[in-house]
């Protein structure tokens, strides 16, 4: 099939490297606009418009998929499917009609459930067992499509939202291939999906990536390995903010009153509103990511100190 690949972020790349190498024609690609980025704040390329410049891909770059001057460039393009990972912008029904089968989604979650913007994030902060990704037709209506195909995948103690997702990206890939194949040569078909087990997903903002020691060890574990590595855990230590790394429940370690420290030789434990936690890196403010016992040597820590404070 001709078709048109829409994505932005990192996350996007393995699937775009797959629909080239396949038997399928990437005529375009579709990508947010360049973004301010680094201290400069120059306007720097997303990845994936670098990536298909390095492949000669022509690169779209609408303000807003709903543009006129955009829609027409996609006709005259006049794609079989365009597939999406990750793109970051909706989608009008004007552009939805263009392609003969369709936008075709890779999300990251067994829909229905975590539909919306951080499903991998929401999942690990949940407590899942198992994740995946699934393939479905884009409709106006939030990640509510039809869909084609699904893949699962096993969530380990001590994945974070940045492996797992790495994880997901590398096997959706071929799941979006296959789901072109299928359509192409029509033996998928896409199913409605349930209405029963929908949960939503929507973006984690820095303010619920705060730690909030009250909470038991699995769930202060959870939370900042959802939030690893964006938009990052943090905590407060002497009134300034502090980045926190992923932790290990230490049901061994003698209890401590929620958001205390233990320092010892090589480890630095905090407690919770169950079992203590011990840290892993953190990053002070204005400093760079450390081992928490290279921190605690640093600083000074008295009995009874406490993080959150």
């Known amino acids: 099939m001709k078709v048109v690949f829409a994505?932005?972020?990192?996350?996007?790349?393995?699937?775009?490297?797959?629909?080239v190498a396949s038997k399928h024609e990437v005529v375009a690609v579709?990508?947010?606009?360049?973004?301010?980025?680094?201290?400069?704040?120059?306007?720097?390329?997303?990845?994936?418009?670098?990536?298909?410049?390095?492949?000669?891909?022509?690169?779209?770059?609408?303000?807003?998929?709903?543009?006129?001057?955009?829609?027409?460039e996609l006709k005259a393009l006049e794609p079989d499917c365009c597939p999406v990972v990750a793109y970051g912008a909706l989608l009008p029904q004007s552009a939805l009609?263009?392609?003969?089968?369709?936008?075709?989604?890779?999300?990251?979650?067994?829909?229905?459930?975590?539909?919306?913007?951080?499903?991998?994030?929401?999942?690990?902060?949940?407590?899942?067992?198992?994740?995946?990704?699934?393939?479905?037709?884009?409709?106006?209506?939030?990640?509510?499509?039809?869909?084609?195909?699904?893949?699962?995948?096993?969530?380990?103690?001590?994945?974070?939202?940045?492996t797992l997702l790495a994880k997901l990206a590398e096997g959706g890939a071929g799941l979006l291939v296959a789901t072109l194949d299928g359509i192409e040569d029509g033996s998928l078909e896409a199913r409605p999906q349930s209405s029963e087990g929908v949960s939503i997903a929507p973006k984690i903002l820095v303010e619920h990536a705060r730690v909030d020691w009250e909470d038991p060890a699995l769930g202060v574990d959870r939370r900042i390995r959802a939030c690893t590595p964006g938009p990052?855990?943090?905590?407060?230590?002497?009134?300034?903010?502090?980045?926190?790394?992923?932790?290990?429940?230490?049901?061994?370690?003698?209890?401590?009153?929620?958001?205390?420290?233990?320092?010892?030789?090589?480890?630095?434990?905090?407690?919770?509103?169950?079992?203590?936690?011990?840290?892993?890196?953190?990053?002070?403010?204005?400093?760079?990511?450390m081992a928490a016992a290279d921190w605690a040597r640093g600083v000074q820590i008295l009995p009874g100190t406490v993080l959150g404070d």
Not at 9 to 17: N, T
Not at 128 to 145: C, H, K, Q, S
Not at 241 to 251: E, H, N, Q, T
């Open 232 to 289: 990052g855990a943090w905590t407060t230590f002497g009134g300034e903010r502090m980045k926190v790394g992923p932790v290990r429940v230490d049901a061994t370690h003698p209890r401590l009153a929620p958001g205390e420290l233990a320092v010892s030789k090589n480890a630095v434990h905090v407690g919770t509103g169950s079992d203590p936690v011990r840290l892993g890196e953190v990053k002070p403010f204005g400093k760079k990511q």
């Open 7 to 19: 994505g932005t972020p990192e996350v996007a790349l393995p699937s775009l490297d797959a629909i």
């Open 30 to 72: 579709v990508t947010r606009p360049d973004a301010p980025s680094g201290r400069g704040r120059k306007l720097v390329a997303s990845p994936v418009a670098q990536r298909a410049e390095e492949l000669g891909i022509p690169v779209l770059k609408p303000e807003h998929p709903r543009d006129p001057e955009f829609q027409a």
């Open 97 to 162: 009609d263009i392609p003969v089968h369709g936008w075709v989604n890779l999300h990251f979650s067994v829909l229905p459930h975590w539909r919306g913007a951080a499903p991998v994030q929401h999942s690990i902060w949940a407590g899942d067992e198992v994740t995946g990704a699934t393939t479905f037709r884009i409709v106006p209506a939030l990640d509510a499509g039809p869909t084609y195909g699904v893949m699962t995948q096993l969530i380990h103690d001590d994945d974070t939202a940045g």
